[in-house]
């Protein structure tokens, strides 16, 4: 296997990206100060789950078999990389491990 990797996600990081990708202004900018980790992972948050993957840059370790345009995929099969979570309302720190292969789900999901 590979080495452990890390990855440490701050809340004033992620809220500046939510604030570029979704051009937030004004009380909507200050609505979404209240986040806090914790409660953004176990609602399975979109938008914290596409920044974990750009901020991993776990698409670009994918062979090719693996590669589909769809984030729930990715996430997928990000999930079985991850050895640690650990979730504080102010950051998130993620440590995973790339494997050499990943299970794929049903086909009639993905596929």
Known sequence: MSELLEVVITKDDYLEFLAQRL??????????ENISFPFLLSSGSEMLRTYI?????????????????????????????????????????I?????EEYRKPFKMFYL
């Open 95 to 99: 440590r995973y491990e790339l494997q």
């Open 23 to 32: 051009r937030l202004t004004g009380s909507c900018q200050r609505d979404i």
């Open 53 to 93: 993957l750009n901020a991993t840059e776990f698409s670009t370790t994918l062979a090719d078999e693996y590669r589909l345009p769809d984030r729930g995929f990715m996430w997928f099969l990000f999930s079985q990389a991850l050895k640690e979570i650990h979730a504080e309302p102010n950051r998130v720190v």
